[in-house]
T-cell receptor, first 112, second 114 residues
Framework: DAKTTQPTSMDCAEGRAANLPCNHSTISGNEYVYWYRQIHSQGPQYIIHGLKNNETNEMASLIITEDRKSSTLILPHATLRDTAVYYCIVRVNSNSGYALNFGKGTSLLVTP | GAVVSQHPSWVICKSGTSVKIECRSLDFQATTMFWYRQFPKQSLMLMATSNEGSKATYEQGVEKDKFLINHASLTLSTLTVTSAHPEDSSFYIC??????????FGPGTRLTVT
């Protein structure tokens, strides 16, 4: 799986949009970009994933650059409960299942 | 949907004893489950891949005789930490996939070995 690079930490004011960047310059054509987050002392939670088109769901939006070498996860209106470590993971999809390779992630602190 | 549970949520045991952690997929069947370990302030590290009805595949550096994994059904995998020592104290997390690519994680089990 391609390696990802994320900032170690970020701050965001409550109610504002949180934009979390991720670099994945060695991504292959068949690799997807996944985002998970982990709130302290809990299991990771799936947020969103995409291949090349921008994606949006009830939690977040995922913006992938045209060359697919980077992406941004957007939490449109951050709340205090969004404080967590956010992991950007690049991997192929397979029906046989692959484990996720968690890097260090970005620790997002949402402040009042 | 796609809920994964773990039991117990936390456990304290004495050094030298064994501890079993259960991972269940509550509303789907999972041919493959994964076990991760997370030390304080570190990221999740894959320990092993558990396939229903076959032997687990362990990552390099993980002792298969110490961390026994059993995947007896499509909804249950167990991790047994044998002869636990204080250095085995960690946060153990399992995940399961209903379709092979979206993974759903359990809430984790906090193990403390005294």
């Amino acid at each position: 799986d391609a390696k990802t690079t994320q900032p170690t930490s970020m701050d965001c004011a409550e109610g504002r949009a949180a934009n979390l960047p991720c670099n994945h310059s060695t991504i292959s054509g068949n690799e997807y970009v996944y985002w998970y987050r982990q709130i302290h002392s809990q299991g990771p939670q799936y947020i969103i994933h995409g291949l090349k088109n921008n994606e949006t769901n009830e939690m977040a939006s995922l913006i992938i650059t045209e060359d697919r070498k980077s992406s941004t996860l957007i939490l449109p209106h951050a709340t205090l409960r969004d404080t967590a470590v956010y992991y950007c993971i690049v991997r192929v999809n397979s029906n046989s299942g692959y484990a996720l390779n968690f890097g260090k992630g970005t620790s997002l602190l949402v402040t009042p | 949907g796609a809920v994964v549970s773990q039991h117990p949520s936390w456990v304290i045991c004495k050094s030298g004893t064994s501890v079993k952690i259960e991972c269940r997929s509550l509303d789907f069947q999972a041919t493959t489950m994964f076990w991760y370990r997370q030390f304080p302030k570190q990221s999740l590290m894959l320990m092993a891949t558990s396939n229903e009805g076959s032997k687990a595949t362990y990552e390099q550096g993980v002792e298969k005789d110490k961390f026994l994994i059993n995947h007896a059904s499509l909804t249950l995998s167990t991790l047994t930490v044998t002869s636990a020592h204080p250095e085995d104290s960690s946060f153990y997390i399992c995940s399961a996939s209903p379709f092979g690519y979206e993974q759903y994680f359990g809430p984790g089990t906090r193990l403390t070995v005294t």
